[in-house]
């Protein structure tokens, strides 16, 4: 199976070291992996900050850079999310309607692709420890991801999985909204954390690194003894 990779901005800059795990768990799985060295943003962060007309003209960039048949997966719900939900907004009675309707059938976020599509539920990963699932608010509801990263994750053999409390509350990120309501988002950041700290998990996952950037900031700024993983480096692990 062919599938194109898409990398957001921020895997790419930050922490490139998930895509190459997502890479190595779906080469193991037997797909063909492509990455087209060409492709940027998806556009959401300046449709969330009010750009749309800009937004556009990078989304029609998109729209190109991922042409084609191939199954597109990514490392983030949010921006699959954004993708699948939103380009059809913009796009509206355009040339490119239907193209973009495809689109949105071919784009995964990585573990629903790895359980719908793939029909997987056992990587072979092993980590040893205790650890609790953070559901995003795009994967969860935008994406409407909730069980499959669980049966991901109680495949991997020596992982104990403990649900936290309020476990689909948003995390206080929402992009820009952790600039601009700061004290709001350090709050909700705080009660994640606490919530997780309670199960006396070792270990936080989530399928957004977007979520895991916020928790890990304010994880690392109050000392607590809680890491931070994307769902795609604990797949990876062990094997």
Known sequence: MNVQLFIPCFVDQLYPQTAFNMVKVLEKLGCTVHYNANQTCCGQPAFNAGFQHECKDVATKFLKDFSGSDF??????????????????????????????????RLYEFSEFLTDVLKVDNVGAKLEGKATYHDSCAGLRECKIKEGPRKLLNNVQGLELVEMNDVETCCGFGGTFAV????????????????????????????????????????????????????????????
């Not at 983030?76 to 309707?101: L, M």
């Not at 977007?210 to 094997?239: F, P």
């Open 72 to 105: 597109i997966v990514a490392p983030s719900a949010s921006c699959t999310g954004f993708v699948r939900n939103y380009y059809g907004k913009i796009f509206d009675n355009s040339s490119v309607h239907n193209e973009v309707k495809d689109m949105g059938k």
């Open 180 to 239: 601009k309501f700061e004290p709001i988002s350090v709050a909700m950041a705080d009660q994640k954390v606490n919530n997780a700290l309670a199960t006396g998990a070792q270990y936080m996952i989530s399928t957004d690194l977007s979520c895991l950037m916020h928790l890990e900031g304010y994880i690392k700024q109050k000392g607590h003894n809680l890491r931070t993983l994307h769902l795609a480096d604990v797949l990876a692990n062990g094997w």
